[in-house]
């Protein structure tokens, strides 16, 4: 086998289809945006998987996705009686936990494709929200900028 070559049937239109809607949802814009972080090697990188690969990330992304999904009901239920103790009852002491059930979520609005934005702009743009504010401000002011706190 060639270098570089997949050792399998390519995946179905099906699979990259869904493969592609869960990149979006993750926050990435294609393949070689989510290279690094989901560890694709360049083949796949370059939307090339087989079938087997293509089943082990969608699972692998619809994993993380519904973990997600599970972190943010459980901090939206940890508040459910909404006096900010987080304890969720109503503060009376019955000692029984309020039987609440959670309001059905709108469904997601469609989203428009992301942009393509390559590879180093987006660890540019990484790098630049875990900068401090001050170092920011700083850079700005020596390039002749002027910067107010909002």
Known sequence: MAFGQASGPPASHT?????????????????????????????????????DEAEALIEQLEAEADAGRA??????DADADGDGDGDGDDGKGDGEADETVPAPRAPKPARA??????????????????????????ELQKRGWIVIEP
């Not at 972190?71 to 939206?76: E, K, P, Q, S």
């Not at 990484?126 to 401090?132: E, G, I, K, Y």
């Open 15 to 51: 699979q990259m289809r869904r493969l592609t809607e869960l990149l979006g949802e993750a926050g990435h814009s294609d393949f070689r945006d989510a290279r690094g972080p989901l560890g694709l090697n360049q083949r796949q990188a370059s939307g090339k998987f087989t079938r």
């Open 71 to 76: 972190a943010d009901n459980t901090d939206a």
């Open 113 to 138: 494709p992301a942009p393509r934005v390559d590879r180093r702009e987006a660890e540019q743009r990484r790098a630049l929200t875990r900068m401090p504010t001050e170092l920011l401000a700083a």
